[in-house]
């Protein structure tokens, strides 16, 4: 009971001391502070009359002791420390309830719904017919995110995202036209992600650690990874992960560690960060069946622009070891390749103060081939690696690729409209590009980021009540320039594949 006793009154102190440390610097509603300083003396005077109650146990559990040779004044002595043990329980289990609803309090929970029609025109489609023309008019879906923060401790931040994506009714979209006769879109080159079941994920989930009375913190879990700079611009929201999208728009699971320069720089938001990640882990009891884990390594400097303020410059280097294979056929490799990545990115917020935003990125890959591949038929015999295969004659070949992104945002001055938003975006990626969005766009089902070609958005973004609910509307065009069946596997083919997308969606913010 005394220890439950200290963790009360550790927590009285912990609710009324930032009162004291910040009242120089904040206002408290007079009502809202009377309420909480009554909470605060109700519980105290809980807390006595427990200490009271415990004394009272100790006081007759001696008397019954020393009374045991009289039956009916032990007995008597008996009852009433029964009575007072209830009496005690019951408080106990109050303030049990009490302690509960403190660490609840600690937990932030909201959330995003957001509902989206999408419609997609190809022209020149990639299989079959060069002239084909395949078209879905209306592809609805819904996304549901429910977002968790939790200050454990002053210096242990828990963060956490559960996602949801479906599309409606019993609807598929990983193929696109009549795949029986070969006039089709393969799902991976045209879309980020499809899904037909009503399924939840842990999109993200991991703790920040900042090491006391040092510059040093340390992230580990499944990272932010996903929905980076500059996504926060047509989301209407704030920054949401720690790379920008044109470098890594998946979910990986790691350990950051991070270095705060503003001590010792005249830098703001100024952060050195190494990592570790694994992408995959294959641990295959068969030796015959043998695949290599791919792990990647990263480092990276962030900070804002000297002398303009809400800005981003970043640049990165990521090495990813041991990329997998193609898992498919009768026999494939360990491993495909190895990558090296660097990334430099640029964003300006309210240029001037004049409601313009901007943003530029540029990626360059360049990716270590193996000569073996995976064997698709034995006969005729087709081998494939990554950008490669024997039937071109390039098995083995390093590749260089390369991507640009950039854009703009205009906040219109239109106050009876809620100041509404315009927005351009342009991103090119060269025949090698290989971005790691490939597989799990979820911001859009057309993803524009990981294209061998380039494409163009346009959008209007109008909020409906301030920053709980918008909506947008936009097109994006599609140039392929090259076609890949197997995402990153075989040799790209050249492309005169377009495709033309118009979407509207509603966020509702919670």
């Given at each position: 009971?005394?220890?439950?006793?200290?963790?009360?009154?550790?927590?009285?102190?912990?609710?009324?001391?930032?009162?004291?440390?910040?009242?120089?610097?904040?206002?408290?509603?007079?009502?809202?502070?009377?309420?909480?300083?009554?909470?605060?003396?109700?519980?105290?005077?809980?807390?006595?009359?427990q200490?009271?109650?415990?004394?009272?146990?100790?006081?007759?559990?001696?008397?019954?002791q020393?009374?045991t040779?009289?039956?009916?004044?032990?007995?008597?002595?008996?009852?009433?420390?029964?009575?007072?043990?209830?009496?005690?329980?019951?408080?106990?289990?109050?303030?049990?309830?009490t302690?509960?609803?403190?660490?609840?309090?600690?937990?932030?929970?909201?959330?995003?719904?957001?509902?989206?029609?999408?419609?997609?025109?190809?022209?020149?489609?990639?299989?079959?017919?060069?002239?084909?023309?395949?078209?879905?008019?209306?592809?609805?879906?819904?996304?549901?995110?429910?977002?968790?923060?939790?200050?454990?401790?002053?210096?242990?931040?828990?963060?956490?995202?559960?996602?949801?994506?479906?599309?409606?009714?019993?609807?598929?979209?990983?193929?696109?036209?009549?795949?029986?006769?070969?006039?089709?879109i393969?799902?991976?080159?045209?879309?980020?992600?499809?899904?037909t079941?009503?399924?939840?994920?842990?999109?993200r989930?991991?703790?920040?650690?900042?090491?006391?009375?040092?510059?040093?913190?340390?992230?580990?879990?499944?990272?932010?990874?996903?929905?980076?700079?500059?996504?926060?611009?047509?989301?209407?929201?704030?920054?949401?992960?720690?790379?920008?999208?044109?470098?890594?728009?998946?979910?990986?699971?790691?350990?950051?560690?991070?270095?705060?320069?503003?001590?010792?720089?005249?830098?703001?938001?100024?952060?050195?960060r190494?990592?570790?990640?694994?992408?995959?882990?294959?641990?295959?009891?068969?030796?015959?069946?043998?695949?290599?884990?791919?792990?990647?390594?990263?480092?990276?400097?962030?900070?804002?622009?000297?002398?303009?303020?809400?800005s981003?410059?970043?640049?990165?280097?990521?090495?990813?070891?041991?990329?997998?294979?193609?898992?498919?056929?009768?026999?494939?490799?360990?491993?495909?390749?190895?990558?090296?990545?660097?990334?430099?990115?640029?964003?300006?917020?309210?240029?001037?103060d004049?409601?313009?935003?901007?943003?530029?990125?540029?990626?360059?890959?360049?990716?270590?081939?193996?000569?073996?591949?995976?064997?698709?038929?034995?006969?005729?015999?087709?081998?494939?690696?990554?950008?490669?295969?024997?039937?071109?004659?390039?098995?083995?070949?390093?590749?260089?690729?390369?991507?640009?992104?950039?854009?703009?945002?205009?906040?219109?001055?239109?106050?009876?409209?809620?100041?509404?938003?315009?927005?351009?975006?342009?991103?090119?990626?060269?025949?090698?590009?290989?971005?790691?969005?490939?597989?799990?766009?979820?911001?859009?089902?057309?993803?524009?980021?990981?294209?061998?070609?380039?494409?163009?958005?346009?959008?209007?973004?109008?909020?409906?009540?301030?920053?709980?609910?918008?909506?947008?509307?936009?097109?994006?065009?599609?140039?392929?320039?090259?076609?890949?069946?197997?995402?990153?596997?075989?040799?790209?083919?050249?492309?005169?594949?377009?495709?033309?997308?118009?979407?509207?969606?509603?966020?509702?913010?919670?």
């Amino acid at each position: 009971m005394m220890k439950k006793t200290i963790v009360y009154t550790l927590l009285i102190l912990a609710f009324t001391a930032p009162l004291t440390v910040w009242a120089e610097d904040i206002s408290i509603d007079k009502a809202v502070l009377e309420k909480l300083l009554q909470g605060q003396e109700d519980l105290e005077k809980v807390l006595k009359r427990q200490e009271s109650l415990e004394e009272r146990i100790r006081e007759l559990e001696k008397q019954a002791q020393e009374k045991t040779s009289a039956a009916p004044a032990g007995v008597s002595a008996q009852k009433e420390i029964d009575d007072v043990k209830d009496e005690v329980e019951e408080l106990s289990e109050r303030l049990d309830k009490t302690e509960l609803k403190t660490l609840l309090d600690k937990v932030q929970i909201g959330g995003e719904f957001r509902t989206r029609l999408d419609s997609f025109h190809f022209r020149n489609a990639a299989y079959g017919d060069q002239d084909k023309k395949i078209d879905m008019d209306e592809f609805w879906w819904n996304r549901l995110r429910l977002n968790l923060r939790s200050e454990v401790t002053d210096n242990i931040i828990f963060q956490g995202r559960l996602e949801y994506i479906k599309s409606w009714g019993d609807s598929s979209i990983g193929e696109i036209g009549d795949s029986g006769s070969g006039n089709h879109i393969h799902n991976i080159n045209a879309f980020g992600f499809y899904d037909t079941e009503s399924r939840v994920r842990v999109e993200r989930a991991y703790i920040d650690y900042f090491v006391p009375d040092t510059p040093f913190s340390v992230t580990f879990g499944r990272l932010p990874t996903a929905d980076g700079p500059p996504a926060e611009l047509r989301n209407n929201s704030t920054r949401k992960a720690t790379w920008p999208t044109v470098a890594v728009n998946e979910n990986f699971d790691g350990v950051i560690a991070n270095l705060s320069l503003d001590a010792w720089t005249n830098l703001k938001n100024a952060f050195l960060r190494f990592g570790y990640l694994t992408i995959r882990q294959f641990h295959d009891a068969d030796d015959e069946a043998k695949r290599n884990s791919m792990r990647s390594g990263v480092l990276n400097l962030e900070t804002e622009v000297p002398g303009i303020k809400d800005s981003l410059f970043y640049i990165g280097y990521t090495r990813m070891d041991s990329m997998f294979s193609l898992q498919v056929g009768p026999a494939y490799p360990e491993d495909s390749a190895d990558v090296d990545e660097y990334n430099i990115y640029l964003q300006l917020n309210n240029i001037g103060d004049s409601g313009l935003d901007w943003f530029g990125a540029f990626s360059y890959n360049h990716i270590h081939v193996r000569t073996q591949g995976t064997v698709l038929n034995a006969d005729p015999f087709y081998e494939v690696g990554l950008f490669c295969d024997n039937m071109h004659g390039d098995m083995g070949e390093n590749r260089d690729g390369y991507a640009f992104y950039t854009g703009l945002r205009y906040k219109l001055p239109i106050e009876k409209l809620k100041n509404p938003s315009i927005g351009f975006e342009y991103n090119y990626g060269s025949k090698f590009w290989a971005p790691l969005s490939k597989h799990d766009s979820r911001e859009d089902v057309a993803n524009k980021i990981a294209i061998n070609g380039s494409a163009w958005e346009f959008y209007y973004l109008q909020p409906i009540y301030e920053e709980r609910m918008f909506c947008r509307a936009g097109l994006i065009y599609f140039d392929y320039d090259y076609y890949i069946p197997y995402t990153f596997y075989g040799s790209p083919l050249e492309s005169d594949m377009t495709m033309f997308s118009t979407y509207f969606l509603v966020d509702v913010r919670f």
